[in-house]
C-alpha cells in the first residue's frame, strides 16, 4: 500500500471497501436493480419510455437466442451500435449467459472492424441493418470464427407509424439484411415478437473471475488491444464509484453522449442500471439541438460528457438560455478540459458542477476523480478514488518522483485488467513486478493528492534533450482569444537528429473572419512570453477541424500521420 496522503482531501470518511465486497458477478448487481426498478422507467428513446422490467424481459429472450445458437459460457458477441436500446437488451442478455462481450464502435473503417472481430474471436456481431449492408456482409466471409449476426434498425422501439414515416422521409436510415452463407442471420425485432425466445430467466452460472468484457482501446498510438475485464472488475468499479460519488444517495434522470462501445459510456451504462436511473438516451450525439430538448423537457441531474462535446454545447445558443439548477453535476473525462473553458463551461450551468476524472479502458473507466465533498480543484482531475495504490514514476529511470514533479501514472487497484486479449508480451510490459499498471499517462500530484495530466509517454515532445509536456502548452496557448482548441506533435527535427521540433495544429473559433497570419505571429508571441524557449511552437498550422477519435479524444496519431505524408 501507497502512502494514501490524498484520503485528507476527500471532504468525508471513506474507507476502502472490503475485497469481501467484489466477490460477486456483475449480472447479480444488476439483477438485484432490475427487480428492485422494474416498473420504473430505465431508458427514454426518441420520446418512447421502456421500463426496466421489460428490458430484462427482452434482454432474457436475446439470452436464450444465443443459446439456441450454441452459444455458451466465454464466448464472445460484438456489439456495433450506437447508444439504442438494443445495445443494452444485447449486453445484458449476453451477461446473462456468461457470454463476454465487446463495443465495436459504427465508426470502424471496415478493415479495423475485421481487425477487432479477428483478434477478439468474435463468434456472434450485433449491428445496425445499413452497418450489415456496407460494411458486415464485406468483411464476414473472412470470420470464420464467425456464425450469428443479428441485425437492428435504429428505429426498432418506435410506435410503428414513427417507423414508416421516418422510412418514407428518409430520417431513419434503414438496409436489408439480406442470407450470408454459412452465418446466421437475423432481425433483432424478431427475436423480440412475442413467443419467438423464452422471456424467462435463462439458465447460468457466473463467478468473480469470468472474463466479463474485452473492451478495445483507442489505438492512438498504435493498433487497438483488446483489454480483459472481468466481474470482479466491474463489480469493484461499480461500487467504489458509486460510493465516492454518492450516486446511491440520487436518484433521476441521466444523459450522456459517450457512446456504449467505449468503456466510458458503458460505464455510465452501469452506473445507470446499477442505482436505478433514467438514462436519455442519444442515437446520435452531434445533435446539439436535440440534446437541448431533452435537457428542458427532462431536466437530468446528471450529465456526462467528453470536453468537446462540452464546446458543441456552448456554441449553441439554446443550451446558454436553458435552466440549468437541476443539473448537479456535469462529468469531463476522456479527454484534457483547459481551464479557462471550464470556467466558461461552469458561468452557464453553475460553479462547482463541473467534475473532471481520471480513467482508462485497462482501469475499467474511473480511478481518479474529483470529489463530492471536497474541494473541487478545475484543471486536475482529481484525487484516486478508494482501493486505489497510485504512485508517479519517472518514464526516463523508473524513479518515483516527488510532490509537484512530472511521472508516469502507475496504478493498483481491483478495477485493474486482467490481461490485454492473446497479448502475453505487451500485458508484461504493462505491469511492474509488484502488480501496478503502468497507464502510459503524465501527471503532477499537489500536495492535497489531486493530479492534474500534462501528457500521454508516447506524445511528450523531446527538444534537445528537454521534455515538453503537450497539454502545458496546449492549455497555455489555448488562452489566446481565436484559438478554440490545440494540438502539440513533436515533427523530426532535420539539423539535429534525434531530437524534435514543437508543432502545433490549431482549430479557431467559430465565426473567426480576422487575419490568419496575425494569430499564429501572436501565438508565437504568447508562447514566448510565457514558456522556455524549447517549448515554443516553431511551426503552427491552422485546421477547420482537428482530427478526433470516436468518443471525441484528439488523434495525435492522425496528426502525426498527416504531418509523415507532407
Not at 20 to 46: G, H, P, Q, V
Not at 89 to 109: D, F, H, N, Q, Y
Not at 459 to 478: P, T, W
Request: proline share 7%.
Amino acid at each position: 500500500m501507497t502512502d494514501r496522503f490524498w484520503i485528507k482531501s476527500y471532504g468525508q470518511n471513506l474507507p476502502d471497501l472490503p475485497a469481501e465486497a467484489f466477490e460477486i458477478d456483475a449480472y447479480r448487481l444488476f439483477k438485484k436493480s432490475l427487480e428492485k426498478y422494474k416498473n420504473e422507467t430505465a431508458l427514454i428513446f426518441m420520446g418512447v419510455e421502456i421500463t426496466f422490467g421489460r428490458i430484462d424481459a427482452c434482454a432474457n429472450m436475446f439470452a436464450h437466442m444465443l443459446l439456441a445458437n450454441g452459444f455458451k459460457k466465454g464466448d464472445l458477441l460484438g456489439i456495433n451500435l450506437p447508444n439504442i436500446p438494443e445495445y443494452c437488451i444485447a449486453w445484458l442478455g449476453a451477461m446473462k449467459v456468461g457470454c463476454v462481450t465487446s463495443g465495436v464502435s459504427p465508426l470502424l473503417s471496415p478493415a479495423e472492424m475485421e481487425h477487432q472481430l479477428k483478434d477478439s474471436d468474435a463468434k456472434g456481431l450485433v449491428t445496425l441493418d445499413v452497418l450489415y449492408a456496407q460494411r458486415a456482409r464485406e468483411i464476414a466471409p473472412r470470420l470464420p470464427a464467425l456464425k450469428l449476426i443479428v441485425a437492428a434498425n435504429v428505429g426498432g422501439f418506435l410506435p410503428k407509424i414513427k417507423q414508416v414515416l421516418g422510412k418514407l422521409l428518409k430520417k431513419l436510415p434503414s438496409a436489408e439484411v439480406g442470407p450470408l452463407p454459412g452465418k446466421t442471420v437475423m432481425k433483432f425485432g424478431d427475436l423480440l415478437k412475442p413467443g419467438a425466445y423464452p422471456a424467462i430467466e435463462p439458465p447460468g452460472q457466473l463467478t468473480p473471475d469470468d472474463v466479463c468484457y474485452i473492451m478495445y482501446t483507442g489505438g492512438t498510438t498504435g493498433l487497438p488491444k483488446g483489454a480483459v475485464l472481468t466481474h470482479r472488475n466491474n463489480a469493484a468499479e461499480i461500487q467504489i464509484a458509486t460510493k465516492y460519488m454518492g450516486w446511491d444517495q440520487v436518484r433521476g434522470k441521466v444523459i450522456s453522449a459517450f457512446p456504449m462501445f467505449h468503456i466510458a459510456g458503458l460505464t455510465f451504462n452501469t452506473m445507470s442500471f446499477y442505482n436505478g436511473w433514467t438514462q436519455l438516451m442519444l442515437p446520435d450525439p452531434r445533435n446539439t439541438d436535440f440534446i437541448c430538448q431533452l435537457l428542458e423537457k427532462h431536466r437530468p441531474f446528471l450529465i456526462c460528457n467528453v470536453p468537446s462535446m462540452y464546446y458543441m454545447l456552448m456554441a449553441n445558443p439554446k443550451f446558454r438560455a436553458l435552466d440549468h439548477s437541476q443539473v448537479q453535476q456535469c462529468v469531463s473525462a476522456a479527454a484534457p478540459f483547459p481551464v479557462d473553458s471550464q470556467k466558461e463551461f461552469e458561468g452557464i450551468v453553475g460553479r462547482g458542477k463541473l467534475i473532471e476524472l481520471y480513467g482508462m479502458t485497462e482501469s475499467t473507466a474511473i480511478s481518479v476523480m474529483n470529489p463530492i465533498k471536497g474541494q473541487k480543484k478545475l484543471g486536475t482531475v482529481g484525487l484516486p478514488l478508494m482501493n486505489t495504490d497510485l504512485k508517479l514514476v519517472d518514464p526516463t529511470n523508473g524513479e518515483k518522483v516527488g510532490v509537484g514533479q512530472a511521472g508516469e501514472i502507475w496504478i493498483k487497484n481491483p478495477m485493474v485488467m486482467k490481461e490485454y486479449y492473446k497479448k502475453p508480451a505487451e500485458t508484461a510490459a504493462a505491469f511492474d513486478a509488484e502488480g501496478f499498471l503502468r497507464t502510459g499517462d503524465v501527471a503532477v500530484q499537489d500536495e492535497d493528492g489531486y493530479l492534474t495530466l500534462v501528457d500521454r509517454t508516447k506524445d511528450m515532445i523531446i527538444v534537445s534533450g528537454y521534455k515538453v509536456f503537450s497539454k502545458k502548452v496546449e492549455d497555455l496557448l489555448a488562452d489566446h482569444p481565436a484559438v478554440e482548441i490545440m494540438a502539440l506533435i513533436g515533427v523530426p527535427n532535420p539539423d539535429r537528429p534525434g531530437s524534435e521540433m514543437v508543432k502545433a495544429y490549431v482549430k479557431l473559433k467559430p465565426g473567426f473572419s480576422g487575419d490568419v497570419e496575425a494569430v499564429k505571429k501572436e501565438i508565437v508571441e504568447l508562447a514566448k512570453a510565457k514558456l522556455a524557449p524549447y517549448e515554443v511552437p516553431k511551426m503552427i498550422e491552422i485546421l477547420k477541424e482537428l482530427p478526433l477519435t470516436s468518443v471525441g479524444k484528439l488523434d495525435k496519431k492522425a496528426l502525426r500521420q498527416m504531418t509523415a505524408g507532407k
